[in-house]
């Protein structure tokens, strides 16, 4: 391994000048070359180096080449991840980030591609994985980098096919037990769509394409007569549930409001927890440019860091990016679907693929003039499909930090939003001359008729016009309020006039962004010491909510000695879910195993319809909660309060011990990041896995940690942490988790993990003088002969 050398000396086709890779003894590598060029051919040969078979994975699963590596049980899941490549112009995809995108993706594949052939020539050098299942790497096309587009975000064509599902079961209002609706609207169903004929089914392709590679031994060992039996390798559950949990904070403090007087930037998106982390640490340099941050490793650039004039950060904006349309087939021809005064065929691509011992299958994929086929039903002469801006140009994820990464002020920045289509997004940014911004950015498509809630006819009457100026986008320049900051709640204007198009009414729980921006305003001279501990903070909206209205009951009610004592516990909390925490540990319990699902069977008696509402809008309920209104009485309320809160103590006692001296939140609620391979019968026994750890927090504090109802283990949350000292460059700090190398062989795998779990940072440092300090070993690059 590299790593465990002081120094080494590599020869390299493709390379111009000679450039290094220095590596701190955290990890992040700090590369510089001559050029850009030879820079992003660097960058993709060092994460190569770190994450190659992350990366070839994440190539094979967009492109959906899996069933040629691991057989038929793949097969399916490639056959819907074809249907969201990019399939159009190349000319204007290339030009849609900035002017040299190409020029840089394809410096960037050739550096990975440089390195999968130095494995070639030193199998050594091959992550153990690829032994492990028979596999070797691929090489990469510059367009691999754009094409793919299903490891992205968007929103909110499944949420479309859900609430026609429940409204035809159910009605408008208990849909709202899933997505409080924000701004209000009443979703209607648009002429000559039945919400009855819109199955279930149609989500299948959809959550295939988006789903992660699993490798259980039933899955490896699949035969072709098993192939679409694999159709159901992810729950649609668990896929509502990760774009649930999938958001990020951020916020940029002006310098008038921090102790410094220069400002301070943090950023921390939320996304599922894997082992390699989803994100990459790296410094990139060249003449001209000089910038550090983090990214995803299979993109050159970095979306989230800062450059020499400024720094910048991101998460989700609601901004609806799909939907789903139904279409009309012609009477004993469903081949033809209705589309203004006439008729339009189905798009039929056959296309092969290869599935390891067996011969190569051809297979058909289905598009309309809007997107991928979902569903056809010749009985009812019916097709679904789906538009996504990902099949727009411009739209591949992250992208449009090429423009932005490279400029000098916050000013500046705002200006190459135009080039950012997916996904949608709260940008913030600072600059060194003081400025702060806060920019919403993505392709929201414009629609005139209506709110894109429900699935729509396919026929020409709701179609998009374009997409919304960016400049049509929520933002601000230097508030008065001396911040700004995000965490995916609805933060439309209030003004924005009830006729303008629709950006979005699906946002995540208010209780991230409301406490943030409660901390914030209290804090008139902020530090980067206050900033870490407002990224790790655990303070939980819904605790305070509803043990409020448990402590109203104490003199109203005749209480048992369950009652009794758990109110004590829970009586003078601070409502912070802390690890050790023993009212944390009985309010989880009780809020998410108990009076949740009491309320949700309350207001949705259908089992059916229930199980389509998961997780439960936290707003709406808690609204329910606090004001029981016409839907029920305070005494009803209460009855359940207590009803449920009594079953909690009970299963508490049951996890954790008859004492609550002894309960702690941490021994519930641990994070293991289980490596991919660990369930496919290798031999590993989990050997690459790390952890577990025990952790605070909860999908409703800023320390994001959601976690399976089923055994409270941690699934999503902060992916890395960036907290920047904006001029002071040398002075911020960072986190990645479990370890910046995806290698198991690498002393970097694992080494940041126990530092995340206690809420700890290390410095990300930019200066030559500062980082030579802290350099463990360097790769000298060479052009070869």
Known sequence: MTDAMTSQTIQLRGLQEPATIRIDRWG??????????????????????????????????????????????YLAQDHAARHFLYRGDMTPEWTSYAP??????????AGINAYVEFCRNEPSRLPPEFSVFGTQPAFWQPSDVVRIRSHALTRNGLSEILRANIMAMADAETDLLRFDLNPPVQPQPAEGVELTDISMEATRLFKLATAPVTFDKARLSATMDDVWRWTEVTDLGDVIERIAEEGSNNWAVHGSRTETGRPILASDPHRAYAVPSLRYLVHLEAPGFNAIGTGEPTAPGISLGHNDKIAFGLTIFGADQEDVYVYRTKDGDREHYRFGDGWEAIERVTERFEIKGHDEQTLTLSFTRHGPVLYEDPAKHLVMAMRSVWHSPGSAAYLGSLSYMRTGSVEAFADTLGSWGSPSVNHVCAD?????????????PIRRNWEGLLPVPGDGSHEWDGFLPPDQLPRTFNPA????ASANEMNLPAGRPKNAPSIGHEWAERSRAERIKSVLRADPKHTLQASMALQTDVHSRPAAVICGLLSGLKGSKILDETHQAAIALLDGWDHHLRATSAPAALFEVWWMKHL????????????????MLLPGDVDYMLALLSEPGSRWTQGER???LLATLSAAYGDCSKRLGDDPAGWQWGKLHQILFEHAAGRADTGLSGSWNVGPLPLGGSRSTPMHAAYRMSDFGITAGASVRLVMDVGDWDNSFCINTPGQSGDPRS????DLAQIWARGEYVPLLYSDSRIAEEIVSTIILEPAA
């Open 28 to 73: 992040i590598p700090h590369i510089k070359a001559a050029n850009e060029q030879d820079l992003f051919f660097v960058q993709g040969f060092n994460a190569a180096r770190d994450r190659l078979w992350q990366l070839d994975l994440w190539r094979k699963r967009g492109l959906g080449l899996l069933a040629a590596d691991f057989g038929p049980g």
């Open 481 to 484: 309020e001396g911040f700004v």
């Open 100 to 109: 040299d995108t190409q020029a840089i993706c394809t410096a960037f594949v």
């Open 432 to 444: 060194t001359a003081g400025n702060i911004g806060w920019y919403t950015a993505g392709f929201t």
């Open 747 to 750: 002393p970097h795998y694992s």
């Open 638 to 640: 209460d009855d359940m």
């Open 596 to 611: 949740r699902p009491a309320l949700l069977a309350k207001f949705a008696p259908n089992e059916t319809v229930r199980q």
